[in-house]
């Protein structure tokens, strides 16, 4: 079985920057598709952002300039960098195996709250 755990959300002001992080015991993130998904409060799971097996990251047109995702094999993790956050922002962050329909082994998420 394999499980997701992120990390790395919390309280940030407006204009500000975050980095979430996603790891797994027992897995190898390394060639496989990770996808970050996101719960804004009281709405459904939005997608966020793909990485593909050749390290290539894929947005929704709404997200693109601010929002980056990375992996670093050796520390067998999945980043998330968050840049210019904003209210609309705040929500629940969860990593994911696969993409789309197909996902699975999504984590309990990270919180961002975007607020002054």
């Known amino acids: 079985e394999v499980t997701l755990v992120e990390s790395g959300g919390g309280l940030v002001q407006p204009g500000g920057s975050l980095t979430l992080s996603c790891v797994s015991s027992?897995?190898?993130?390394?060639?496989?598709?990770i996808t970050w998904v996101r719960q804004p409060p009281g709405k459904g799971l939005e997608w966020v952002s793909t990485?593909?097996?050749?390290?290539?990251?894929y947005y929704p047109d709404s997200l693109k300039g601010r929002f980056t995702i990375s992996r670093d094999t050796i520390k067998n993790t999945v980043y998330l960098e968050i840049t210019d956050l904003e209210p609309e922002d705040t929500a629940v962050y969860h990593c994911?195996?696969?993409?789309?329909?197909?996902?699975?082994?999504r984590g309990p998420g990270t919180q961002v709250t975007v607020s002054s």
């Open positions: 990485i593909y097996s050749d390290d290539s990251g």
């Open positions: 994911e195996l696969g993409s789309g329909p197909s996902a699975n082994s």
């Open positions: 027992g897995f190898n993130f390394s060639g496989h598709v």
